[in-house]
Each structure stands twice: as structure tokens, then as C-alpha cells.
T-cell receptor, first 117, second 109 residues
Framework: GAVVSQHPSWVICKSGTSVKIECRSL??????MFWYRQFPKQSLMLMAT?????????EQGVEKDKFLINHASLTLSTLTVTSAHPEDSSFYIC?????????????FGPGTRLTVT | QKEVEQDPGPLSVPEGAIVSLNCTYS??????FMWYRQYSRKGPELLMY????GNKEDGRFTAQVDKSSKYISLFIRDSQPSDSATYLC?????????FGAGTILRVKS
């Protein structure tokens, strides 16, 4: 149980274009989903928290107009990287929680590797 | 000073060894403590989840929390080459997870 999928697993795009990443909880309804990014040999950094049906809460320093998050249902959240630049190249990972994350348990997707050329 | 400190390693051990991985933290408000395993180019996988001080065992894994010292550990018994991965400690504050840097573990056969 508690399986989270992401699509695509990797994507290459040209500078200036937008990329959408999907995160789905496959066997449970996720009240809250989280988006992280991870640079090589570094730990995960939380970008934003989203609750179904409401606006995402972004961490300090994360541009909300650049990283658009939509949490349309209890099983799907999307992250759109708008006007991507090479410095946005990273590993993006989502996680899902049953309990708004208050219990701490988050189940992670396999990640999406974004390369912007 | 980072909220969660974790030695990045790498830590190399022979197959069958007991592995000890550790994290220290500075925020006494952290409530839940977790250990995740992450293979290269994959998402983290939850291994252990604890709340109170003390030990919690699950198969070859034992998680230990000492809230008075702000110190948590993960022990792996009879380590296997398949245990080679990055191990991340994480702790919660409200609904947010704060991760350590991760320790790279290499188990040599």
C-alpha cells in the first residue's frame, strides 16, 4: 500500500518552455501532497505544500509564479515549471500524506529528472 | 547551523557488518522521527517511523531516538550489498519534514 507515482520519470526541454509533472497516489487518498527538489548529492528541499482544493503554500525563496502547483483531486497534484531555465534542472520529487502530514508519514514518488537545455 | 546534521559519508562496510547511522538535531520541537532509504535516481522509501524516545525494531533495522540528547540512530544488522544506498534521517515540525543531508552507505560483498 501507499504507492505514489510520478510522470514523466525524466524530461528534457528547451529553455523558455513549460513542463508539467504529475504526482498520483495510487491506492489511497492524499489529503496533502508535497513537492521537493533535490540537487545532485544534496538532500531534499521542500518547495511547497498543497492541500486538495486549496492554494499551495510555498516555502521561502520558491517563486509561486514559476512553479505552479494544482491539487485538483485527492489523488492528483501537478507541478508546472514555467519558462524553464537551465538552473531549474533538478530532480523533482513529490510525496503524499494521509493526514495533512501531521503524523509525519509521507510516501514519496520515484521522482522526475528535469533537464533544461 | 543546520537544524539536522548528518554525516554524508560515504560509509563503507563489509557484508554482514552492523551499520550505525546517526543524526543530531537542534530543534526540540521536532515530533516524529523517520529514516528513509534512497537508491540512486529514485524517490525515498520510508524505513522506520518513531515518535518517542527509545528503540523500535523491524527486521534487521533498529531505530533509536534520544530526545534528551537530540540524537537519533539507525542500526542495520547483517548488512547486505542490497542495503547500499543513501540513508536520510527526517523529522517533522508541524506538517513539514526536515531532512538530513543523507549518508551514503556502501556494503561490499
Amino acid at each position: 500500500g501507499a504507492v505514489v507515482s510520478q510522470h514523466p520519470s525524466w524530461v528534457i526541454c528547451k529553455s523558455g518552455t513549460s513542463v508539467k509533472i504529475e504526482c498520483r497516489s495510487l491506492d489511497f487518498q492524499a489529503t496533502t501532497m508535497f513537492w521537493y527538489r533535490q540537487f545532485p548529492k544534496q538532500s531534499l528541499m521542500l518547495m511547497a505544500t498543497s492541500n486538495e482544493g486549496s492554494k499551495a503554500t510555498y516555502e521561502q525563496g520558491v517563486e509561486k509564479d514559476k512553479f505552479l502547483i494544482n491539487h485538483a483531486s485527492l489523488t492528483l497534484s501537478t507541478l508546472t515549471v514555467t519558462s524553464a531555465h537551465p538552473e531549474d534542472s533538478s530532480f523533482y520529487i513529490c510525496s503524499a500524506s494521509l493526514s495533512r502530514g501531521l503524523g509525519g508519514e509521507q510516501y514519496f514518488g520515484p521522482g522526475t529528472r528535469l533537464t533544461v537545455t | 547551523q543546520k537544524e539536522v546534521e548528518q554525516d554524508p559519508g560515504p560509509l563503507s562496510v563489509p557484508e554482514g557488518a552492523i551499520v550505525s547511522l546517526n543524526c543530531t538535531y537542534s530543534n526540540s520541537a521536532f515530533q516524529y522521527f523517520m529514516w528513509y532509504r534512497q537508491y540512486s535516481r529514485k524517490g525515498p522509501e520510508l524505513l522506520m517511523y518513531t515518535y518517542s524516545s527509545g528503540n523500535k525494531e523491524d527486521g534487521r533495522f533498529t531505530a533509536q531516538v534520544d530526545k534528551s540528547s537530540k540524537y537519533i540512530s539507525l542500526f542495520i544488522r547483517d548488512s547486505q550489498p542490497s542495503d547500499s544506498a543513501t540513508y536520510l534521517c527526517a523529522m517533522t515540525y508541524g506538517n513539514k519534514l526536515v531532512f538530513g543531508a543523507g549518508t551514503i552507505l556502501r556494503v561490499k560483498s
